[in-house]
Antibody, heavy 123, light 108 residues
Framework: QVRLVESGGGVVQPERPLRLSCAAS????????MHWVRQAPGKGLEWVAG??????????KYAHSVKGRFTISRDNSLNRLYLQMNSLREDDTAVYYC??????????????WGQGTLVTVSS | SYVLTQPPSVSVAPWHTARISCGGN??????VHWYRQKPGQAPVLVVY???ERPSGIPDRLSGSNSGNTATLTITRVEAGDEADYYC???????????FGGGTKLIVL
């Protein structure tokens, strides 16, 4: 069955970088767009970024709150999704989920989610 | 940017029907998806494309979408339905995925 396992979370100081990874299995990774969604403590879901199957620059989309600071990428040979987070701020503190899209494009719904990895930005 | 508005909470007695709304400008022209999230767990898709259900989701859950409001309906509510529910759409004009603020379903 579909399995998404996030890693790379932890405590990081403001303005420092962090890279999250999501290992995908149980489906043909190259057939699906992928996304990152985050949830701040006690808050709702916030879409962060999405990437289509080929991952070129045209097919990466970002929420306004992270555009220019975060980069989503994928390695189809390793079945992995990444989120490079730079210039982190305290309001980036959240559980970050990896989610599988519906088809090759960057559109919902998200049929499968990982269990999330917690990122805490604090000095 | 496109905004989805949900009530913060909905309360319902067991065996009754819960209706959770999701408001948005001409949302009837978009495909709406719904997720359930229980404490400490990842979200789970429960309704997609307005009213379709993934395998394993009981037919007590259904969705509708028209005009400026989409609705998730849960009939014969059980204690296990208590959770946060989020609506979601794709905003074509901005190429962004949008979530509603979430609704806590409270089973009395």
């Amino acid at each position: 069955q579909v399995r998404l396992v996030e890693s790379g979370g932890g405590v990081v100081q403001p303005e420092r970088p962090l890279r999250l990874s999501c290992a995908a299995s149980g489906f043909t990774f190259t057939n699906y767009g992928m996304h990152w969604v985050r949830q701040a403590p006690g808050k709702g879901l916030e879409w962060v970024a999405g990437i289509s199957i080929d991952g070129d620059g045209v097919n990466q989309k970002y929420a306004h709150s992270v555009k220019g600071r975060f980069t989503i990428s994928r390695d189809n040979s390793l079945n992995r999704l990444y989120l490079q987070m730079n210039s982190l701020r305290e309001d980036d503190t959240a559980v970050y989920y990896c989610a599988k899209g519906t088809d090759m494009a960057i559109i919902p719904p998200f049929h499968s989610w990982g269990q999330g990895t917690l990122v805490t930005v604090s000095s | 940017s496109y905004v989805l508005t949900q009530p913060p909470s909905v309360s319902v007695a067991p065996w009754h029907t819960a209706r959770i709304s999701c408001g948005g400008n001409n949302i009837g022209g978009k495909s709406v998806h719904w997720y359930r999230q229980k404490p400490g767990q990842a979200p789970v898709l429960v309704v997609y494309n307005d009213g379709e259900r993934p395998s394993g989701i009981p037919d007590r859950l259904s969705g509708s979408n028209s005009g400026n409001t989409a609705t998730l309906t849960i009939t014969r509510v059980e204690a296990g339905d208590e959770a946060d529910y989020y609506c979601q759409v794709w905003d074509r004009s901005s190429d962004h995925v949008v979530f509603g603020g979430g609704t806590k379903l409270i089973v009395l």
